[in-house]
């Protein structure tokens, strides 16, 4: 196989020079990147035994899978992990060259804050694999039944709202969980959430673990957690195992969650085997009991959390050098006058800062027509370029497949947007109904039953006057091609599920789904509807809502007052 292929600024793999990189992020030390180096080399070995005929495709497909290639309809796909979904520039423009030189000159980005390369050949792996430890990124634990990339708040150390910066014990717990000897080959696949700020933007209720970082009355650091929460063909929302963990104690607990799971948690039945239906099944005052037991045997020494250790990665994530700034800008405040566009976009995809005179900007990844979550290289690698320019080289994956410059001044909001424009990434949508959650559906995941990505498109198509969207409001709409549900169709406002019928695509459609803080799984509104006509059944639900909401209320709050009934009136009136 070929050498790696790298952009020539970055380090050169054998000379261990450093990358040089000032985002806000954790940075690996020698040990870190001398393991992902030896990965590399055994996994390129595995690579080459397959590629020979030495191991089978089962005997190859457990090897693969702890690197995160996957074997789809037409091709390997390559799942890159982005741990809670921080990225500095040098590593997206990396990305974005892997799309380049090994892909198809995309990349898709995913409800897990990760990147997929769908059309990875198997003789290059290993040297993606090799480019994106240069970068200090990795493919481990995006497979399997293990603990899978920990997700968070996508304005974690930015948003005004926080309480404490999730990002922190985020990296924490992507320590503990990484290669962890007992919780390596779990009865399923576990996912965990978690979240600084009392408004929920990581969906933590639908997670096998979520958790809300708080502060008690004295300031101390603390943690509510829930747990037996999660999709796909069972929906569930969690259960609150406690109120508050103090910090010292927060591995401890999510070590004694993850025993009680592993020891009890179904491997005879793969439907049975997520902790939600051992949660379920065990009955919610039994299932604590479990866990509370489990934790209160456990030795508090051993597995307390060293403040000193909690300060140490807490410094990878100091706010940057902001600059003092006016809060409200004269030049802002003159184009958001001035210009229409501009103040549409700055209504949808800017979120309040901590930092006075800035805001986070959301990048949407969803125009009008286009492959939610996709980006091409040339994109990711302009974005690369903005952060350094505008956002102190950070940026953010979504868990709603966009991306995020965290630190933006206003004062150079209008720049920014220019600047989007021409690469058609200044959309105004975020929050509208074109900003559609989808997975890849069928045309490429063998699991899926129907498409998802054009129904995507013929919505957003639809619904293509950015006017009428702001007309309409939040609405949020997700998408999945089959019942394990990783367009989160569940907890959608609108949420969309594909079915097969005697080889025919149908669609059915569920309403007043919920991730927030007060999570919610959709209500099937009746019969599915055929490929043909999903859309058309769409812009019924959206009419219907238009003409009976009361002033300033939005989707999902006249679908709270009204419920299923107008709306499943209108879709089936005649039938």
């Known amino acids: 196989m070929s050498s790696a292929v790298t952009p020539l600024d970055l380090r050169d793999v054998n000379s261990g020079a450093a990358v040089v990189d000032h985002a806000g992020i954790y940075r690996y030390d020698e040990f870190d990147r001398q393991f992902l180096h030896q990965r590399v080399a055994e996994f390129r070995q595995q690579a080459e035994r397959r590629l020979a005929g030495e191991l089978t495709e089962e005997e190859f497909r457990p090897l693969r899978l702890m690197n995160g290639l996957y074997l789809q309809l037409h091709a390997y796909m390559l799942r890159v992990a982005i741990p809670y979904g921080v990225l500095s520039a040098t590593q997206l423009r990396q990305l974005g060259h892997i799309a380049r030189v090994f892909d198809r000159g995309y990349g898709h980005f995913t409800t897990r804050q990760n990147i997929q390369y769908n059309w990875t050949k198997l003789e290059e792996a290993a040297d993606i694999l090799e480019a994106l430890a240069v970068v200090d990124m990795h493919a481990i634990q995006t497979s399997g039944n293990c603990i899978r990339n920990v997700t968070t708040d996508e304005f974690a150390g930015a948003a005004a709202d926080e309480i404490v910066d999730p990002r922190v014990y985020g990296e924490i717990l992507r320590q503990w969980s990484t290669l962890h000897p007992e919780f390596s080959f779990l009865p399923r696949k576990f996912k965990i959430a978690i979240t600084g700020s009392p408004n929920d933007r990581a969906a933590i209720k639908v997670h096998d673990i979520g958790i809300v970082a708080k502060r008690d009355e004295a300031g101390e650091v603390g943690f509510e957690v829930w747990a037996g929460g999660g999709l796909g063909r069972t929906p569930i929302i969690a259960i ?156 953010r994956v979504t868990h709603v497949q ?26 105004p949508n975020i929050g509208m109904i074109s900003d559609i959650i989808a997975c890849p559906g069928l045309d490429y995941c063998a699991l899926a039953n129907a498409r998802a990505i054009p129904v995507a498109q013929r919505i957003s198509e639809r619904f293509a006057d950015l006017e009428r969207q702001h007309e309409i409001g939040e609405i949020f709409l ?45 209500q099937i509104v009746g019969p599915s509807f055929s490929y043909d006509d999903v859309v058309d059944a769409v812009e019924t639900i959206v009419t219907t809502y238009v003409q009976i909401r009361s002033a300033g209320e939005r989707f999902i709050d006249t679908f709270k007052r009204v419920g299923l009934a ?6 089936y009136a005649g039938h």
């Open 240 to 395: 609150k195992l406690r109120d508050f963990i103090p910090e010292s104690e927060f591995l401890g607990y999510m070590e004694a969650i993850l025993r009680v799971y592993n020891a009890l948690g179904r491997r005879d039945n793969i439907y049975r085997a997520r902790i939600k239906i051992l949660a379920q099944e065990t009955g919610t005052d039994r299932f604590i009991g479990l866990v509370e037991r489990e934790y209160a045997r456990m030795s508090r020494q051993a597995y307390r959390l060293d403040p000193g250790i909690v300060a140490a990665i807490a410094a990878h994530f100091a706010p940057p050098p902001f600059a003092d700034s006016p809060d409200e800008p004269a030049e802002f405040a003159h184009h958001l006058a001035e210009n229409t566009a501009f103040a549409k976009w700055v209504g949808a995809n800017t979120h309040a800062h901590k930092q006075p005179g800035h805001v986070s900007v959301v990048i949407s990844l969803k125009p009008i027509g286009g492959i939610p979550g996709d980006a091409s290289a040339a994109q990711m690698e302009a974005v690369a370029d903005l952060a350094e320019r505008f956002s102190f080289s950070e940026i």
């Open 402 to 427: 966009n991306l995020v410059l965290p630190h933006v001044r206003k004062d150079q909001l209008f720049t920014l947007w220019q600047a989007l424009g021409p690469i058609d990434l200044a959309t």
């Open 566 to 571: 107008p709306f499943k009136e209108a879709l």
């Open 478 to 522: 997700n998408i999945s091609g089959c019942i394990n549900a990783c367009g989160h169709h569940h907890v959608g406002h609108i949420g969309i599920l594909g079915v097969d019928k005697k080889g025919e695509e149908f669609y059915q459609i569920t309403l007043g789904g919920s991730a927030t803080s007060e999570a919610a799984i959709g």
